[in-house]
């Protein structure tokens, strides 16, 4: 092969593999990061609820009144007679009834279950991070390869 052809075939491949970071591995990323960054707030919320069961039993009042946030961020104030018992998301969009003490004892569960998750999101990311290094020093390699040496 000639010179040219060397060249012509070399930035093919370096095309190639920039076109499959960017399609493939920069967007598979984001997914990942994405996803982790749902738990994480995922995690938060329920660290949230936990705050407050807290707070309301070692108020140990049986009432209270809250902001409901009924969507769009539009609130109205509510009553709660009974605070003995409440009702906590449990995934898939099904709530189910607690006691305080029940409720409490799931978000933990819940929260360890989820910092799992996030971390398997972590170790995935950085597993796809080194691969999209591998592939820029790959690409650094074929532009510093003499036209002879390539094959």
Do not use: C
Request: cysteine-free.
């Amino acid at each position: 092969m000639d010179n040219t052809a060397l060249l012509a075939e070399r930035q093919q491949r370096i095309a190639f593999y920039e076109n499959f970071i960017s399609e493939r591995l920069q967007k598979d990323l984001d997914l990942v990061l994405q996803d982790r960054e749902n738990f994480y707030e995922s995690i938060s919320k329920y660290l949230e609820l936990k705050s407050t069961l807290t707070a309301i039993k070692d108020g140990g009042s049986k009432k209270m009144k809250s902001m409901i946030n009924l969507g769009s961020e539009f609130y109205v104030q509510a009553k709660v007679e009974d605070t003995s018992k409440v009702f906590v998301n449990v995934g898939l969009g099904f709530h189910v009834e607690f006691t305080i003490d029940e409720a409490l004892s799931f978000i933990d569960v819940k929260v360890d279950s989820l910092e799992k998750y996030a971390e398997q999101r972590t170790q995935k990311a950085a597993d796809i991070k080194s691969k999209i290094k591998l592939m820029y020093q790959g690409i650094s390699e074929l532009l510093n390869l003499p036209e002879e040496q390539q094959s």
